[in-house]
Structures are given as structure tokens and as C-alpha cells.
């Protein structure tokens, strides 16, 4: 007769450990590679898309790369826009990406298709200033983590368990 009173109670408590521990949550995380600080989550939904902005450290002008969420939770490089043709930025497009002046004389190269399982970024020092654009707010990442430093960005199935030890959480989650 014991056994059928704890049935109820263990199941319950296996339910529960499960939904917090259990990856279940899509986020866009940003994380520190040198392990000094906390992840940053950001909710994100399929085909979302953010941006990241900085400026170029040799012609000092803005370059905005635009990214969106794949249905394998990859970040697709959709698009990229710039000011300058010069050192270290593209002049023309590959395969069927698409190349172009805007009207205010920036340059975009769009239906770009790379795939990336992460993406590491250097918190910039001096100049860069590396913000990342999500749902319309701009989050200067030198705010979240230490100039510098290292991080890397990926789309994750994050546990509710996780996402508590984080920084920051944006959206919906």
C-alpha cells in the first residue's frame, strides 16, 4: 500500500526536475570564452533575426552583419552592410549573393546563405564597439561582458535551470 502513495509524489518530482533541467528553451546565448562572467540569453523564435554593429578598426565606419536563426538552430549570415570598400571589407559578392549601393552610398551585399555553428567575437578596446541589434534595442555587449574579452555567440536549447545562472534575459522565455 506504501508503494501506490509514492508512485504519485515520484512522478511528480521527476516531472518537475525534468522541466527545469531539461533543455527546452530556444535562446540567441552569449557566452564568455574566458569562463569570467555569465552567459547572456536572449529568447529568440525560428527565423528570428539580430545584428551585430560595430566600427571597422581601420577605416573607422560602421559595419552592421545581419543574422537570422536556422530551423537546425545554425546562425545564417544573411546580410552585410558597410561604408568602405577598403582594406579587409568585400568588394563584390560570391556565388549568388547579391551586391549593391544603397542610396546613401553604403554598400550591402544581400541573400548571403553562410552557416555557422557559433560565431566568436573580440570585445573591441578602443574603437568597435560591438553591439548587438535584437527585437529594436541595441545592447552595446561591452555592457555585459569585459573589453576584450572573447565571446561566443549560439543559438541553444537552454534549461530553465541554466537560464536562472544567466546574465540577462531578453523576450519572452
Sequence with gaps: ???????????LLLILLAIIFLPIQTFLVIEPRDDAGSPAYFSINKNKTFSIRYTHSIHLSEVEEFYRQTS?????????????????MPSNAEGEEIFERTKDGRYVISNMNRKFPYIDIRIGQVVANHRLVFEDDVYPLKNLFKEGSIVRLQVKKVSLFSKWKGVIVVGKG
Design 1 to 11: 500500500m506504501k508503494k501506490k502513495y509514492l508512485v504519485g509524489p515520484t512522478l
Design 72 to 88: 537546425t538552430n545554425q546562425i545564417q549570415q544573411t546580410k552585410l552592410l558597410y561604408e568602405d570598400t577598403a582594406i579587409g
